[in-house]
Nanobody
Framework: QVQLVESGGGLVQPGESLRLSCIAS????????MEWYRQAPGKQRELVAG???????TYADSVKDRVIISRDNDKNAMYLQMNKLKPEDTAIYYC?????????WGQGTQVTVSS
């Protein structure tokens, strides 16, 4: 059974940083593209960043200069380093992995940016 578990969210002040983690079990992530999404209250889920199995990264324009996505295939993990956080970054952050057959999501981790 494939599971994705996010962690690292919390309440921070504007300008601070957080590092989110996504740990996978039941599957080896090494060949798969993985992505971080977020969903703010009343808004649709949006793609934040993605990383291929070889480490090629893509970012949403809204976060491009402030976040770094990375992965450690040996640890079956993906990370999102978020810097200079803004109130508009407040959302539940989800990790996602798609195979040819299935689309897997974690339960999400809440990030709240507020003074």
């Amino acid at each position: 059974q494939v599971q994705l578990v996010e962690s690292g969210g919390g309440l921070v002040q504007p300008g601070e940083s957080l590092r989110l983690s996504c740990i996978a079990s039941g599957i080896s992530i090494s060949v798969y593209r993985m992505e971080w999404y977020r969903q703010a209250p009343g808004k649709q889920r949006e793609l934040v960043a993605g990383i291929t199995g070889r480490g090629t990264t893509t970012y949403a324009d809204s976060v491009k200069d402030r976040v770094i996505i990375s992965r450690d295939n040996d640890k079956n993990a993906m990370y999102l380093q978020m810097n200079k956080l803004k109130p508009e970054d407040t959302a539940i952050y989800y990790c996602n992995l798609q195979t040819a057959r299935s689309d897997y999501w974690g339960q999400g981790t809440q990030v709240t940016v507020s003074s």
